[in-house]
């Protein structure tokens, strides 16, 4: 399996907008399901946003209504676009992959694969 790459994260004010890419260049992570997940220091990492191979989509509840999640299966690439972010989006961010819905359910404990992590970071 081809490793999932990330880009995009950085640093940006409240308010501001960030988009997110992970390229999912294997042919396995069609039938997979796909999705983002954040961590601070300290704390467990929380699932954000999935979607799975019907094209179902999943948010937490401290994203829905600014983040969206998108995925591109012709550039099999899968995107987070955040906007009005908050100081508490703040974390390391990670594109999962799994084939038995943990990253569906936003449950980290499951998932096969993960990307190395791009850090995000909104000031106040």
């Known amino acids: 399996q081809e490793p999932l790459v990330e880009s995009g994260g950085g640093s940006v004010q409240a308010g501001g907008s960030l988009t997110l890419s992970c390229a999912a260049s294997?042919?396995?992570?069609?039938?997979?399901?796909l999705g983002w997940f954040r961590q601070v220091p300290g704390k467990e990492r929380e699932g954000v946003a999935s979607?799975?191979?019907?094209?179902?989509?999943r948010y937490s509840d401290a994203v829905k209504g600014r983040f969206t999640i998108s995925k591109d299966n012709a550039k099999d690439t899968l995107s987070l676009q955040m906007n009005s972010l908050k100081p508490e989006d703040t974390a390391m961010y990670y594109c999962?992959?799994?084939?038995?819905?943990?990253?569906?359910?936003?449950?980290?404990?499951?998932?096969?694969?993960w990307g190395q992590g791009t850090q995000v970071t909104v000031s106040s």
């Open positions: 999962a992959a799994d084939s038995g819905g943990w990253t569906c359910s936003g449950n980290y404990i499951g998932v096969d694969y």
């Open positions: 294997s042919y396995a992570y069609s039938s997979y399901c």
């Open positions: 979607i799975d191979s019907d094209g179902n989509i």
